[in-house]
T-cell receptor, first 112, second 116 residues
Framework: GQQLNQSPQSMFIQEGEDVSMNCTSS?????WLWYKQDPGEGPVLLIA?????ELTSNGRLTAQFGITRKDSFLNISASIPSDVGIYFC????????????FGKGITLSVRP | EAQVTQNPRYLITVTGKKLTVTCSQN?????MSWYRQDPGLGLRQIYY???????DKGDVPEGYKVSRKEKRNFPLILESPSPNQTSLYFC???????????????FGPGTRLTVL
């Protein structure tokens, strides 16, 4: 099936630093989504991207839909301790058997 | 409050003992889905339902059953659980297909299942 690649599996940063994570695929997607999962909870949608090249911000978070439609990145600026969690990308492609495909997630740790 | 609820939140059981994890949403959503989350594997879809009485397999349906008799409920059934079904399970719902505009997918709090 379709696969989304997120790496590395874990990232460790210092509070106040910016961090960027990307998500790549061999397939084209019509939608890219970024979710965050806090410890002990379900994922929550951070940003949704629906058009190639689209750049969208949500507070300190910025995400972009790659121009090739095969990738997306998420940037967190001026990280704070509550940014800790697992960040998932997800891609959606319309057509027969449309479904959401998730990446494996990146666990972010923020050192105070 | 708009939410997706799951019960139980934690369950320890033994191999072969049938169990059901319930999922309910109060947002009148058409689309509901079950995922399992395993370390290093991320979220994998088990089954989904686009409407009442309409269900379809996801990526990892083996060993699971679902039903959608009412719009708000989407229980996950393990007829004969095995240790490889030990995992963290999430139910989710959205108005329509979750990758389309204005169709944010809401996740439940998760059910941690251990099969001994």
């Amino acid at each position: 099936g379709q696969q989304l690649n997120q790496s590395p599996q874990s990232m460790f940063i210092q509070e106040g630093e910016d961090v960027s994570m990307n998500c790549t695929s061999s397939s084209i997607f019509n939608t890219w989504l970024w979710y965050k999962q806090d410890p002990g909870e379900g994922p929550v949608l951070l940003i949704a991207l629906y058009k190639a090249g689209e750049l969208t911000s949500n507070g300190r978070l910025t995400a972009q839909f790659g121009i090739t439609r095969k990738d997306s990145f998420l940037n967190i600026s001026a990280s704070i301790p509550s940014d800790v969690g697992i960040y998932f990308c997800a891609g959606f492609r319309t057509g027969a058997n449309s479904k959401l495909t998730f990446g494996k997630g990146i666990t972010l740790s923020v050192r105070p | 409050e708009a939410q997706v609820t799951q019960n139980p939140r934690y369950l320890i059981t033994v191999t072969g003992k049938k169990l059901t994890v319930t999922c309910s949403q109060n947002m009148n959503h058409e689309y509901m889905s079950w995922y399992r989350q395993d370390p290093g594997l991320g979220l994998r879809q088990i089954y989904y339902s686009m409407n009442v009485e309409v269900t379809d397999k996801g990526d990892v349906p083996e060993g699971y059953k679902v039903s959608r008799k009412e719009k708000r409920n989407f229980p996950l059934i393990l007829e004969s659980p095995s240790p490889n079904q030990t995992s963290l399970y999430f139910c989710a719902s959205s108005l329509s297909w979750p990758g389309t505009r204005q169709n944010e997918q809401f996740f439940g709090p998760g059910t941690r299942l251990t099969v001994l």
